[in-house]
């Protein structure tokens, strides 16, 4: 997005400054917040509104900037969650009020629905590649997002007690596009009061172990009327609390980083210090009877010995119903880790599990030349059916050499193992993840964001002369 290069120039200005790019980024959300608060008519308490800082004199800028995000961190409401613990990085009023200036003159209602997570998880990016660390564990792409949601159709009134939930949530997208499915296709305008304020309250729930992608969850349910419960600790190491959900729909962080013990849970079958295993058997204990849930993973999750352990005893409690292979290249710029997702109904047992192959002869995603489109997925949204749990009576009847169903006695033969593969490949695109015109792409990015900050640079050197 052209946003984040016109930000990303402007953080290496704050740099001379000594605000590190991260400090930076949280900065900025803090302020794009406030902007669309102000453009969507969202109330934000008296004396700390976009406006307040705006026309403030540029002399005391910094201290009322200061007095604003002190004051919200003590609301009751979910404000007082969103700015808590607050502290100004940017140093001088002269570069808030540039950064104001430039947040003012765009008109952040015309971007999509979503343009604060997409902006800090584009700037997150950028941030990643000048470290050289990896940032990939907070995003899950928008056109896989999207298509979970439409065949898992989280609809909040389809019981009385429907609860959706992201276990690994970041900064929220999978919570964000269930509440846009769910206007998009359901009469939501005629709600009555109590069905409003359960969908606006006791609908959307979500857990994060870092704080700025929780943050950012946080505000963006909030600009989008939602009052999240979004919980900051670690899903699978901390005391499981008992409270189910109808639907889960996450995407937990790949690798084992930080996973060398093995979680002291009564209800985890499998005792493993593999991140993947735990966060599966999480979501099977917090699903509800007759609960569904769709889980990204690695391809390893199919076939490891601790992995077939776990399916040799959830095939006989749940309906491991769908496979999805995901293509090559799915998760770049972050990692080039083949994956799936893993679609479980709870309460039935699995009689056969449909693979539907999105990989094998399809060119490898690239960051820019050929990225992950909503069409990766067409095909699979049909076959898939309309039945969120798998059951559309009109799979049996497709005829495609991508979507494939293998009954439980040829799974029990395999021992177990879901590493299945029947289409020939004819392609030898193992290593085509990157393209010429990605990495001219992005050089001319960061040279474009250099010579963006030189001329930030040289405008503050000409203030100073003045």
Same mark, same amino acid.
């Given at each position: 997005m052209d946003l984040v290069s016109k930000f990303w120039g402007?953080?290496?200005?704050?740099?001379?400054?000594?605000?590190?790019?991260?400090?930076?980024?949280?900065?900025?959300?803090?302020?794009?917040?406030?902007?669309?608060?102000?453009?969507?008519?969202?109330?934000?308490?008296?004396?700390?509104s976009w406006n307040d800082l705006i026309i403030h004199d540029k002399e005391n800028l910094l201290?009322?900037?200061?007095e604003v995000l002190n004051e919200l961190s003590t609301e009751k409401s979910i404000l007082g969650n969103i700015f808590s613990q607050p502290?100004?990085?940017?140093?001088?009023?002269?570069?808030?009020?540039?950064?104001?200036?430039l947040i003012d003159q765009i008109n952040w209602s015309t971007y999509n629905e979503d343009v604060l997570g997409a902006m800090f998880e584009g700037l997150l990016e950028k941030a990643a590649n000048e470290s050289k660390k990896g940032a990939g564990q907070y995003f899950t792409p928008r056109p896989l997002i999207d298509s979970i949601v439409n065949v898992m159709q989280p609809n909040p009134f389809e019981s009385d007690t429907f609860k959706m939930s992201d276990v690994a949530c970041g900064t929220g997208g999978f919570i964000i596009s269930s509440y846009e499915w769910y206007k998009k296709n359901k009469d939501h305008k005629q709600l009555s009061k109590e069905h409003s304020e359960k969908?606006?309250?006791?609908?959307?729930?979500?857990?994060?172990?870092?704080?700025?992608?929780?943050?950012?969850?946080?505000?963006?349910?909030?600009?989008?009327?939602?009052n999240p419960s979004i919980k900051l600790g670690d899903t699978i190491y901390e005391p499981f609390d008992n409270i189910r959900y109808t639907c889960i729909l996450t995407n937990p962080p790949f690798g084992n980083k930080g996973s060398n013990q093995i979680p002291e849970r009564k209800d985890f079958q499998i005792k &493993?210090? %593999?991140?993947?295993? /735990? @966060?599966?058997?999480?979501?099977? $204990?917090?699903?509800?009877?007759?609960?569904?849930a769709a889980i990204v993973l690695p391809d390893n999750i199919l076939s490891d010995e601790k992995a077939v352990e776990l399916w040799k005893i959830s095939f006989t409690k749940y309906n491991i119903h769908t496979i999805l292979?995901?293509?090559?290249?799915?998760?770049?710029?972050?990692?080039?880790?083949?994956?799936?997702?893993?679609?479980?109904?709870?309460?039935?047992?699995?009689?056969?599990?449909?693979?539907?192959?999105?990989?094998?002869?399809?060119?490898?995603?690239?960051k820019k030349g050929?990225?992950? &489109?909503? %069409?990766?997925?067409? /095909? @699979?949204?049909?076959?898939?059916? $309309?039945?969120?749990?798998?059951?559309?009576?009109?799979?049996?009847?497709?005829?495609?050499i991508r979507f494939r169903n293998?009954?439980?006695?040829?799974?029990?033969?395999?021992?177990?193992?879901?590493?299945?593969?029947?289409?020939?490949?004819?392609?030898?695109?193992?290593?085509?993840?990157?393209?010429?015109?990605d990495i001219t792409n992005d050089a001319i990015i960061e040279l474009e964001s250099i010579i963006e900050g030189l001329k930030e640079l040289s405008n503050m050197l000409d203030d100073t002369d003045e």
């Open positions: 402007f953080c290496h200005t704050l740099r001379h400054e000594g605000v590190d790019y991260s400090d930076y980024i949280e900065e900025l959300t803090y302020l794009i917040f406030l902007k669309i608060a102000e453009e969507k008519r969202i109330m934000i308490p008296l004396g700390c201290i009322k900037y200061n502290m100004a990085k940017i140093r001088s009023s002269q570069s808030l009020k540039r950064l104001l200036t969908l606006i309250n006791e609908t959307y729930f979500g857990q994060e172990l870092v704080i700025r992608p929780r943050r950012m969850a946080q505000m963006n349910l909030f600009l989008h009327g939602l &493993t210090s %593999n991140k993947q295993l /735990n @966060f599966i058997q999480h979501v099977l $204990s917090s699903l509800d009877i007759k609960g569904r292979k995901l293509p090559n290249g799915t998760f770049l710029p972050y990692t080039n880790v083949k994956a799936v997702v893993i679609f479980i109904e709870k309460g039935i047992q699995t009689t056969d599990t449909w693979i539907y192959d999105a990989r094998t002869n399809v060119e490898s995603i690239t050929r990225p992950l &489109t909503h %069409n990766h997925f067409k /095909n @699979f949204l049909d076959c898939y059916g $309309s039945k969120p749990n798998g059951s559309c009576p009109s799979r049996k009847l497709k005829s495609d293998f009954k439980i006695d040829e799974i029990k033969k395999r021992n177990f193992n879901l590493d299945i593969n029947w289409i020939a490949d004819n392609q030898n695109l193992e290593n085509e993840y990157f393209e010429i015109d």
